[in-house]
Every structure is written in C-alpha cells, then in structure tokens.
C-alpha cells in the first residue's frame, strides 16, 4: 500500500496559489473570461409614451378651455386614466432598454395622470388645489430634467413646453384665478401637438431605420443612434443590472 507524499502535495498547493494571495485565503480564480452579458433588443416604447401624453393632453386641455363643460369631468378623467398604465409600461420598458432618462420621465408623466383622474373622479375636497400643488412640484422636477436631457431634443423640446403648462395649473389650482386655467389648456394643445410631432417621427426613424423628420439628438444619443456595436456596449460593465449595487 502506498501514502500520497506531504512534500509533493504542499508543492501542488504551492504551484496552485499564486505568491501574491495571503495564507489562508480561498484563492478565485478570473472570471472575466468566462463571464456572457445578454442583450435582448426590443422595439422602442418612446412613440407610445409621447402618443399617450399627446392625447391625454388633449383631453385635460379640452376640458380646462371649457370645450368640454364641467359635467364631463368624470368621464374626462375616465379617459385619461389609461394613460397611467401605458406611460407606467413605456417606463418598465425603458429601463430595461437602459435609458434612465426615458424611464425616469415616462414614469412621472404616469404618476401625474393617476392622481388628476382619481381626484376628478372622487371630487375630494380642495381636489383642485392639491392638485395645483402636485403641478408645482412637477414643475421642479420638470426644470431639473431639462439640465440632463440636452442631447436628447426630442425629450427636451417636450419638457419644455410642459414646464409652463405645469407652472400655469399649479397656479390656477392654489389661486382659483380662471384665466390660467385657460392658458394652461391652450398650453396643453401645444404640449399635445410637440409629443404628437416627436412620436410620429420616432415612429418613422424605427420603421425606416433612419431619421426622416428631424428630432435633433446630438453627443451621446446622436452616436448611440449612429455609432457601432463597439459603442452601445461601451462601459456596459458598470451599467446598473451588471454592477453588483445600484
């Protein structure tokens, strides 16, 4: 019967650690070259969302112009709560498309549509001005994300004209004053018609594969739109989903 040598078995060790691993230490070995990342391209969800902030735009506008009278609150409002749950879709969409912004955006265009229809629906008391309130703090996170969303115009030209519409029903809201309940229905046609625009020629680049309307990216989205493979999986090792913390 034959023993397995100490010596030699201490030498394979040896060989197997490098020098440079404390003693003790589990040494683990480079996964890197082992390591796959999966993309799974979808269709873009963008053209939907602005479709959904166009329409539903309409409808609150109509209604704050007088168009639509005031008996048809309740049915406005059951209009444009399926905009909640589309723009909430474009959101999910759109970070799994790692696009923050995008996702960010659709998201809190979402969550302004629920409360106005659920407040309109229920006629709480001091509806209007709470509202007013919660359009005042959209418009700080609407001033906030025009800094950011410079390289995308499409994005930016629609939180533009958002940003007055917002400060426009804050100010109607907590002050009850009617003719900014007008100026901010006439500013949500606009608003309207600015993300009808931006849809439609998003939706004309994805079926063409090429810009046909201008929609005016530049830096980063312009070569994300243009650029190689090489530069859509550029730093993609430290994208969130692929890091181990957010």
Not at 36 to 57: C, Q, V, Y
Request: hydrophobic content about 50%.
């Amino acid at each position: 019967m034959s023993t397995a040598s100490p010596t030699a078995d201490s030498g394979d060790d040896a060989r197997a650690t490098p020098p440079d691993v404390p003693p003790g230490r589990r040494f683990e070995p480079d996964l890197r070259s082992m390591t796959r990342i999966n993309l799974r391209p979808i269709a873009s969800p963008m053209p939907l969302g602005f479709f959904t902030i166009a329409i539903a735009s309409v409808m609150t506008g109509c209604l704050q112009l007088g168009i639509l009278g005031e008996e048809a609150r309740t049915a406005v409002a059951l209009t444009v709560l399926p905009a909640f749950v589309l723009q909430l879709l474009v959101s999910y969409l759109a970070f799994g498309a790692r696009d923050v912004i995008a996702a960010t955006l659709m998201a809190v265009f979402a969550g302004s549509w629920l409360p106005y229809s659920l407040i309109m629906l229920s006629g709480a008391a001091d509806g209007l001005k709470v509202l007013g309130v919660f359009n005042l703090a959209l418009l700080c996170f609407g001033a906030l994300m025009t800094a950011v969303t410079g390289p995308k115009r499409a994005l930016w030209l629609v939180l533009a004209v958002s940003l007055p519409r917002w400060a426009a029903t804050g100010l109607a809201g907590v002050t009850g004053a009617e003719w900014l309940t007008r100026t901010s229905g006439v500013l949500g046609l606009l608003v309207a018609v600015v993300a009808m625009y931006t849809a439609f020629a998003l939706m004309l680049e994805d079926m063409r594969s090429e810009q046909v309307l201008p929609i005016g990216r530049s830096g980063p989205a312009h070569l994300a739109v243009e650029g190689d493979l090489s530069v859509q999986l550029r730093n993609l090792e430290r994208q969130a989903g692929v890091r181990r913390t957010l």
